[in-house]
């Protein structure tokens, strides 16, 4: 089974838009990590975001927001005003800590600006 | 602090050859490094789990014999693809979890990655 869903595999938005990127996990422990990362053409992943399970708060850090919610097992990852530099593969994952911190990446959104 | 460096960060190879892939924790202790695969326009996929000083655990599919993973010390897993051939061709990417002077950090830091072709 899936334990991080990524159901939007290509997203299209045009320059200064709002775009959402839905991440969905499953997991039994209780403790656990979520992640956010971006990788642009050169391959590299770009560390955004580290959440715990007992963290609910949202955060906000620039144009970046992300939205922790978990009865509905989600960590959603919005972009505001986005910017053609925000195209890239933009990667959800999950980490519990039973696992030795496995990951387990979702299958990646990718997100094309148009200027 | 907590960088994670691949080498080389690319390279192409004949059929048939061995290529080994340096992955090195430069300011941290790695206990644990793990090393994934990406295909072309897919997620990464994790090959082998490594622990300093002991033998690899390869997921399910992974051929051992063929993806060879030494994790001699603290600072170094290497991976060597023997006798690769064109489907070998991929982006292979590590990490490294573990800590330093007491401190265990509990999440992965990622290599840039190598990308591979096998001509």
């Known amino acids: 089974a899936q334990k991080v869903t990524q159901a939007q595999t290509e997203i299209s938005v045009v320059e200064k838009e709002d775009v959402t990127l839905d991440c969905v996990y499953e997991t039994r422990d209780t403790t656990y990590y979520l992640f956010w990362y971006k990788q642009p053409p050169s391959g590299e992943l770009v560390f955004l975001i580290r959440r715990n399970s007992f963290d609910e708060q949202n955060e906000i850090s620039g144009r970046y927001s992300w939205n922790f919610q978990k009865s509905t097992s989600s960590f959603n990852f919005t972009i505001t005003a986005s910017q053609v530099v925000d195209s890239a593969v933009y990667f959800c994952?999950?980490?519990?800590?039973?696992?030795?911190?496995?990951?387990?990446f979702g299958t990646g959104t990718s997100l094309t600006v148009i200027p | 602090g907590a960088v994670v460096s691949q080498h080389p960060s690319w390279v192409i190879c004949k059929s048939g050859t061995s290529v080994k892939i340096e992955c090195r924790s430069l300011d941290f202790q790695a206990t644990t490094m793990f090393w994934y695969r990406q295909f072309p326009k897919q997620s990464l996929m994790l090959m082998a789990t490594s622990n300093e000083g002991s033998k690899a655990t390869y997921e399910q599919g992974v051929e051992k014999d063929k993806f060879l993973i030494n994790h001699a010390s603290l600072t170094l897993s290497t991976l060597t693809v023997t006798s690769a051939h064109p489907e070998d061709s991929s982006f292979y990417i590590c990490s490294a979890n573990g800590g330093l002077a007491g401190v265990v950090y509990n999440e992965q830091f990622f290599g840039p990655g190598t990308r591979l072709t096998v001509l």
């Open positions: 994952a999950l980490s519990e800590a039973n696992t030795g911190n496995q990951f387990y």
